[in-house]
Nanobody
Framework: QVQLVESGGGSVQAGGSLRLSCSVSRRTYSRYYMGWFRQAPGKEREGVAAIASTDSTSYADSVKGRFTISQDNAKNTLYLQMSSLKPEDTALYYC??????????????????????WGQGTQVTVSS
């Protein structure tokens, strides 16, 4: 079973930056998606960014140009670099993992239902 542990959350003022990390273990398949999702109080969980094992990426429109997803396979770590943060970015951020087929690698999914493995989340709070 894949294990995911997020870190790097915290409190920051609007306009600031944070980098989230997700340590990945027991991922045995070579074709996969890794994604970042977030859930604000009273709202549904939403996809923020995703990356495939081929390094192709997807982003939600709300974070394009501000967030960057990346991975270091040597360190088994997923990252989310967040810049120009806004109060509306405040949420609990989750890392997720999904095995996938070769034909689907070009467009990593941002749908929660495609991801069977999840971390516990790390809180990001952006103050105005």
């Amino acid at each position: 079973q894949v294990q995911l542990v997020e870190s790097g959350g915290g409190s920051v003022q609007a306009g600031g930056s944070l980098r989230l990390s997700c340590s990945v273990s027991r991922r045995t398949y070579s074709r996969y998606y890794m994604g970042w999702f977030r859930q604000a109080p009273g709202k549904e969980r939403e996809g923020v960014a995703a990356i495939a094992s081929t390094d192709s990426t997807s982003y939600a429109d709300s974070v394009k140009g501000r967030f960057t997803i990346s991975q270091d396979n040597a360190k088994n770590t997923l990252y989310l670099q967040m810049s120009s943060l806004k109060p509306e970015d405040t949420a609990l951020y989750y890392c997720a993992c999904a095995p996938t087929a070769a034909w689907a690698l070009r467009f990593p999914s941002l749908r929660m239902s495609d991801y069977p493995y999840w971390g516990q989340g790390t809180q990001v709070t952006v103050s105005s």
